[in-house]
Antibody, heavy 123, light 111 residues
């Protein structure tokens, strides 16, 4: 069974740091792009970052550039999100997701998703 | 900020048909980028419903269908069931933002 399990969410003060992890199983992790997507309380889904199979390419939404870093360890089948200089607006459930595409698609999609981990930024 | 606009809510009686629109612009759907749809129940993992505009993953009932035209896309649910109560999101790519974008989300209520 293809599965993604996030961990590491916590309550952190503004300006603080946190590292999220996502453990992948049931598929060849090193063969896929991976992404983080978040959902703030009462809001919709927002793509945060994605990373290429070998980690050589990384892309971020403007709101997190310079503060958040995506990384992966293919030997451990794990995806990470290092979050620094956290702000109240970073409060959200963070999901990791596998990125899928076919030969002709112009826009990749996400499947599956993990169950999410909650990050709360508050004093 | 979402660049894909969806109605906040739609509702229907069991057995009825409902549709959810997803309106974009010339930098995303109108530029030819494919649209995908997800079903999300609070507290659970979002689930892929439709990929590449109109394709259903295995296991998704054929009550769910998708289409795309111009700068918009639509998700239709026929034979509405109580278990379909959830939030639904469209997703595409935006060339101006150089990133993936989601719709504003639509809550489906079964009356």
């Amino acid at each position: 069974e293809v599965q993604l399990v996030e961990s590491g969410g916590d309550l952190v003060q503004p300006g603080g740091s946190l590292r999220l992890s996502c453990a992948a199983s049931g598929f060849t992790f090193s063969s896929y792009w991976m992404s983080w997507v978040r959902q703030a309380p009462g809001k919709g889904l927002e793509w945060v970052a994605n990373i290429k199979q070998d980690g050589s390419e990384k892309y971020y939404v403007d709101a997190v550039k310079g503060r958040i870093t995506i990384s992966r360890d293919n030997a451990k089948n794990s995806l990470y999100l290092q979050m620094n200089s956290l702000r109240a607006e970073d409060t959200a459930v963070y999901y990791c997701a596998r990125v899928l595409a076919d030969r002709v698609t112009t826009s990749p999609w996400f499947d599956p998703w993990g169950q999410g981990t909650l990050v709360t930024v508050s004093s | 900020q979402s660049v894909l606009t969806q109605p906040p809510s739609v509702s229907g009686a069991p057995g009825q048909r409902v549709t959810i629109s997803c309106t974009g612009s010339s930098s995303n759907i109108g530029a030819g980028y494919d649209v995908h749809w997800y079903q999300h129940l609070p507290g659970t993992a979002p689930k892929l419903l439709i990929y590449v505009n109109s394709n259903r993953p295995s296991g998704v009932p054929d009550r769910f269908s998708g289409s795309k035209s111009g700068t918009s896309a639509s998700l239709a649910i026929t034979g509405l069931q109580a278990e379909d109560e959830a939030d639904y999101y469209c997703q595409s790519y935006d060339s101006s933002l150089s990133g993936y974008v989601f719709g504003t989300g639509t809550k489906v209520t079964v009356l």
